[in-house]
């Protein structure tokens, strides 16, 4: 089994819809939780970090569901460039801090 | 401004040829890693070193060499006896958490 586990879509949205998508991790321990954003051929860039009691940035919010495991990205309002993939990423210090990254999910938001 | 540089931007390697890929970094970080991504996966770790003069091997290490002479620097070595080396290569930085990454450098085996 995966450390951690993404639906990789496509979403194919239009705009102003809302998509949502969420990340499963295998390992109880991690402490840590992010959603980067990767635009083709380029560096993943940190979008937002998760916190326990869920977080939300402008129009994005997140969400951790420690019981099941796993993490959710919603987005709201989707403008044409949030079109990119959306990788999710877990960490704890019992693993020296390193992150395991899912495979990413790829939203497209069409006009 | 602090960051983190890889070079080259794209790299062309033949059959059976070592090729290095360069990382430096100016923002004090300890910890710098090296990750490989494949077209429609995601990260995957080859090495990280979370000091001068050590390094671990991640989760795809075989083929591959790291150094870590200096904090700035945490070149990576893709040597012959890696077989599919063609792949996104990312180099990183962290504190704790904290990650920043490289633009990436694109090896092609040609």
């Known amino acids: 089994r995966k450390e951690v586990e993404q639906d990789p879509g496509p979403f194919n949205v239009p705009e102003g819809a809302t998509v949502a998508f969420n990340c499963t991790y295998s390992?109880?321990?991690?402490?840590?939780f992010f959603w980067y954003r990767q635009d083709c051929r380029k560096e993943p860039k940190l979008l937002m970090s998760?916190?326990?009691s869920g977080n939300e940035d402008g129009r994005f919010t997140a969400q951790l569901n420690r019981a099941s495991q796993y993490i959710s990205l919603l987005i709201r309002d989707s403008k044409l460039s949030d079109s990119a993939t959306y990788l999710c990423a877990v960490t704890s210090v019992e693993y020296d801090y390193k992150l395991s990254f899912g495979a990413g999910t790829t939203v497209t938001v069409r006009a | 401004d602090g960051g983190i540089t890889q070079s080259p931007k794209y790299l062309f390697r033949k059959e059976g040829q070592n090729v290095t890929l360069s990382c430096e970094q100016n923002?004090?970080?300890?910890?710098m890693y090296w990750y490989r991504q494949d077209p429609g996966q995601g990260l995957r770790l080859i090495y990280y070193s979370q000091i001068v003069n050590d390094f671990q091997k991640g989760d795809i290490a075989e083929g591959y060499s790291v150094s870590r002479e200096k904090k700035e620097s945490f070149p990576l070595t893709v040597t012959s006896a890696q077989k599919n080396p063609t792949a996104f290569y990312l180099c990183?930085?962290?504190?704790?958490?904290?990650?920043?990454f490289g633009s990436g450098t694109r090896l092609t085996v040609v």
């Open positions: 923002l004090n970080h300890d910890a």
């Open positions: 390992n109880s321990a991690s402490q840590s």
């Open positions: 990183a930085s962290s504190i704790r958490d904290g990650y920043t």
């Open positions: 998760v916190y326990s």
